[in-house]
C-alpha cells in the first residue's frame, strides 16, 4: 500500500486524513498549526516536523492548503515540499490556486523532472468528511488512471481535465458558476421578499428547479446558518480573484458582479462565515 502524504489539515486536509487511515493507509501528515494534526489519534499517522519530512516519507503526497502565499511557502520554503521531493514520488498540488501560480510550480517540478498533477477538489467539507470528493485533474493522464485505486479512499469521481494545469483552470471555472449561483439565489430571493411571497416556498420551489447541489445547500443555508463553516468567504472571494486573473481582459460582467458581491462580503467582516454568507 502506497503511503500518503498531507500537507495542511484545513477543513479538506483533515477529512481526506481521516478517510485515508479509515482505508488503512500509513499517512503523514504536516499542518502551520501543529495541535491540529495532534487532534487526530491513529497508530497509522506520523506528525512530521515539515513538509520536507512529509515528502520524504510519503509515496504520494497533497498539498491541500489556502492559497498562492501559503502553498508557495510549503512548496518552495527550506523545509518545503521540493525540498525533499525526488523521481519517484507523486506530487498533487490540491488546493485552489492562481493560474499563473500553478504553472510556475508545474513547471518548476517538470525542471526537476518531478511527477506533479494538479487536483484541485470540489465536494467541501461533507465531500471531504465522508471520502465522497469529486478530484478535478490534469497532468498525466495514465498517472492519473494508475492512481484511482489509491483515490477511492477519498473520492466518488475522477474527473480528467486534461494536460498540467488543467484541472485548476476548470476548479477557477466551477467556482465562478458556483458563487454566482449562490448570489443569484441571494437576489431572488430578496425580489421574492420585496414582493411579499413565501420564501420558504420560493426557496424549495429554486432548489426543485434550477436545482442542484449548489442551490439546494444556498437553500438550507438560507434558513439555517451552516455551523461548522463549509467553505470560508475568505477562499470562494480568493477563488474568484484567481479566475477574473484568468480571464484577463474578457468580458465577464457575471464574473464581475459576483466578485464584487464577495469582496464587500470580506469588508462586512464575514470572512470566515461560511460562503452562503454573501446573502446575509
Ligand atoms: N472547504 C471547501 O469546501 C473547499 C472545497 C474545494 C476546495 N477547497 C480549497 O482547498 C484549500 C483548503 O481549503 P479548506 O476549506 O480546507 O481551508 P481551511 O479550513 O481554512 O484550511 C486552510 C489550511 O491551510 C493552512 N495554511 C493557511 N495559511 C498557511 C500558511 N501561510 N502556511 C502554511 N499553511 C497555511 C492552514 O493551517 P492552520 O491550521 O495553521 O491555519 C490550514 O491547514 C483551499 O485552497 C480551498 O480553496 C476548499
Not at 520524504?56 to 497533497?62: L, V
Request: charged share 25%.
Amino acid at each position: 500500500m502506497k503511503k500518503i502524504g498531507i500537507i495542511g489539515l484545513g477543513i479538506m486536509g483533515k477529512g481526506m486524513t481521516l478517510n485515508f487511515l479509515k482505508n488503512g493507509y500509513e499517512v503523514f501528515v504536516w499542518n502551520r498549526t501543529k495541535s491540529v494534526s495532534e487532534s487526530i489519534d491513529h497508530e497509522k499517522l506520523t506528525i512530521c516536523s515539515s513538509p520536507k519530512e512529509v515528502t520524504e516519507q510519503a509515496d504520494i503526497i497533497f498539498e491541500v492548503t489556502a492559497n498562492d502565499e501559503s502553498s508557495e511557502a510549503v512548496w518552495y520554503g527550506e523545509s518545503g515540499i521540493l525540498a525533499g521531493a525526488s523521481t519517484e514520488k507523486v506530487l498533487i498540488v490540491s488546493s485552489t490556486l492562481s493560474i499563473d501560480y500553478t504553472d510556475k510550480l508545474i513547471k518548476e517540478c517538470e525542471r526537476n523532472n518531478f511527477k506533479i498533477l494538479d487536483i484541485p477538489l470540489t465536494g467541501g467539507r461533507v465531500g471531504a468528511e465522508t471520502g465522497n470528493l469529486t478530484l478535478l485533474c490534469g497532468g498525466d493522464e495514465k498517472l492519473v488512471n494508475d492512481l484511482k485505486p489509491t483515490f477511492e479512499a477519498i473520492a466518488a469521481n475522477v474527473f480528467y481535465f486534461g494536460p498540467s494545469g488543467s484541472g485548476m483552470r476548470y476548479k477557477l471555472i466551477l467556482n465562478f458558476v458556483q458563487g454566482t449561483h449562490i448570489v443569484a439565489f441571494g437576489q431572488a430571493m430578496r425580489i421574492a421578499k420585496d414582493q411579499g411571497m413565501d420564501l420558504e416556498k420560493v426557496g424549495n420551489g429554486l432548489a426543485f428547479r434550477p436545482g442542484g447541489v449548489i442551490t439546494e445547500i444556498t437553500n438550507k443555508s438560507y434558513f439555517n446558518e451552516p455551523n461548522p463553516v463549509t467553505f470560508s468567504v475568505e477562499w470562494i472571494t480568493k477563488d474568484l480573484e484567481y479566475a477574473k486573473k484568468m480571464a484577463k481582459d474578457l468580458d465577464v460582467n457575471v464574473l464581475d458582479a459576483t466578485l464584487e458581491k464577495y469582496r464587500e462580503t470580506v469588508d462586512r467582516g464575514l470572512k470566515d462565515k461560511d460562503w452562503t454568507a454573501v446573502n446575509n
